[in-house]
């Protein structure tokens, strides 16, 4: 392969469900997905590429980046979530040679990588459904790698970059496949195939914004701007931004694509789309901005903070934070263990919420189980995480500031602690924080916050399968009664009016964080 060659024929982004390979034929949608499934195996297979590499979003590791290397993986497969669409035994060939060469060319970039190869580990979903479709009779060897569920804009793009650098060294041609939803809230309960649907106007504004991006070819647009667009669509359940930063640093960081969207539909709520995007001839889009182009991971990820040391803000710090920078209240790890390391079934419970025990639990959960690091989160319950006495951490939601859950059942209620309005996302303040780090008072829009603070709850209750519906009483805590209470009050009941649970609004002197509202709320379980 010449200097000047791309080693990337062309990209895929694919759903991760079973549904188009088990169920094609229960809905109009599921079968159009599983046509477009068919046609990119007729390219691939119509293609000179030597390998495809899956970055699948259902295999979540913890620690580091994995790459699947065992030669032959055999087993048969149910998912979690859809078990009685049936099993899935699959048969596939790896590159091994290649899952090395990609280990070592991403620990030359600073990353923590490490290979998995013994009999029985577990592929994902993910990962099955597309090599299944895509590959049936492994005509090509494939190589598998994990997504972090931490790692961050600078980590993921460094992980692409190693992707091509390994492509480079090998000499060899690539279909990359990103295995991921575009939004991921699906439905708590039940529905049947016919009356599957978006689960939200929401999501699927979210979901058609990003598949024009995909269709103009402008994917390096899309990697840059994801995140911008999440917020202002206030899409709080989506993790489309991280598989789109693999995929574009794999495939050159550019706008240069014809993008061509195959199928788009829903599955079981979250929105499924078919695309593929292919090496252009023409000259270079322009960006829309430039975030920092990072060649090398030199850290830690603060992934909840987005102040300095940031890598995943513009113009943030690439390297390890000083220890001048980790302020005392502003710097989490990662990962937190609530209670007990495993509930009753075994299950690992963790949470977004920091504190000294983070990095240790990583570390803990990783050594014992091994390669099974990256695949515990096959089993928690859909959006949480609950402990065996009732405590329900959402996996959705903003972690918590101090060592509690995010809701608790006791008999047929739910308890849900203290909620305010910081993003899921990146711990920013919807509406602007109350004041800065010197505590000089900031301007803010409390009707922002108040949405925001609401969204929240919305989002832990569903993790408790549960809905703004379920709300008999809720306590509102105001830092600033006599100059937000009328903006707090319109917002609420936009959403409570019709509800009409019982509340109680006091006014307080301050918050652990510098927002102007946080609520609190019983509601029924269901």
């Not at 499924?272 to 889009?285: D, E, H, Y």
Request: charged residues 25%; aromatic residues 8%; contains cysteine.
């Amino acid at each position: 392969m010449s200097e000047e060659e791309d080693p990337v024929l062309f990209g895929l982004y694919v759903p991760p469900h079973p549904h188009p390979l088990l169920a094609p034929d229960q809905n109009k949608g599921w079968g159009e997905l599983r046509a477009a499934y068919d046609e990119c195996r007729r390219r691939i297979e119509e293609s000179e590429a030597d390998i495809i590499i899956v970055y699948s979003t259902t295999w979540p590791s913890i620690v580091g980046h994995q790459f699947q290397v065992q030669p032959e993986p055999e087993w048969v497969h149910v998912d979690d979530d859809f078990h009685f669409l049936g099993s899935m035994p699959y048969k596939f060939k790896m590159d091994v040679e290649f899952g090395e060469g990609y280990r070592d060319a991403a620990e030359a970039r600073g990353l923590h990588a490490r290979t998995v190869a013994y009999h029985g580990f577990p592929i994902d979903t993910g990962s099955v459904v597309a090599l299944s479709l895509l590959n049936p009779d492994n005509r090509i060897p494939a190589c598998i790698v994990s997504s972090n569920m931490y790692g961050n804009r600078s980590e993921t793009i460094v992980l692409g970059k190693a992707a091509r650098d390994a492509l480079k060294a090998q000499g060899k041609k690539a279909v990359i496949v990103a295995v991921s939803s575009l939004s991921n809230r699906m439905f708590t309960k039940h529905v049947e195939p016919e009356d599957d649907r978006i689960h939200s106007a929401k999501d699927e504004e979210w979901n058609r914004k990003i598949l024009e991006f995909f269709a103009d070819g402008r994917l390096e647009d899309l990697s840059q701007l994801s995140r911008d667009i999440h917020g202002q669509i206030r899409v709080q359940k989506v993790v489309a931004y991280k598989p789109a930063w693999w995929m574009a640093a794999t495939m050159g960081q550019h706008n240069n694509y014809d993008g061509e969207v195959l199928a788009y539909a829903a599955l079981h709520g979250s929105g499924g789309a078919v695309i593929q995007l292919t090496p252009s001839k023409g000259s270079f889009g322009d960006k829309e901005f430039d975030e920092d182009d990072v060649e090398y991971y030199r850290g830690d990820r603060n992934v909840l903070d987005s102040g300095a040391g940031d890598m995943d803000a513009p113009g943030g710090v690439d390297g390890p934070l000083d220890e001048a920078e980790r302020s005392e209240e502003g710097w989490r790890n990662p990962i937190e263990v609530v209670d007990d390391l495993y509930d009753e079934y075994g299950s690992a419970m963790i949470s977004q919420a920091g504190g000294a025990l983070g990095a240790a639990a990583g570390a803990a959960i990783a050594g014992p189980v091994g390669g099974m690091a990256g695949n515990i989160v096959a089993k928690k319950t859909v959006g949480k995480w609950m402990n065996k006495d009732g405590a329900i951490v959402a996996e959705n939601a903003p972690g918590a500031v101090g060592a509690y859950p995010h809701a608790r059942r006791m008999g047929n209620l739910l308890f849900i602690s203290g909620v305010g309005p910081r993003s899921p996302v990146d711990n920013s303040i919807p509406g602007g924080p109350i004041e800065d780090e010197d505590g000089n008072p900031l301007e803010y829009d409390i009707k922002a916050q108040t949405e925001a603070c609401i969204e929240n709850i919305r989002i832990i209750l569903e993790a408790c399968e549960a809905d703004l519906n379920d709300v008999i009483d809720v306590t509102t805590f105001l830092v600033d009664m006599k100059r937000d209470f009328k903006g707090y009050n319109e917002i609420y009941a936009n959403h409570f009016e019709e509800i009409q649970a019982t509340r109680t609004t006091l006014a307080i002197q301050a918050l652990p964080t510098p927002i102007a509202v946080e609520m609190k709320v019983i509601a029924k379980a269901p």
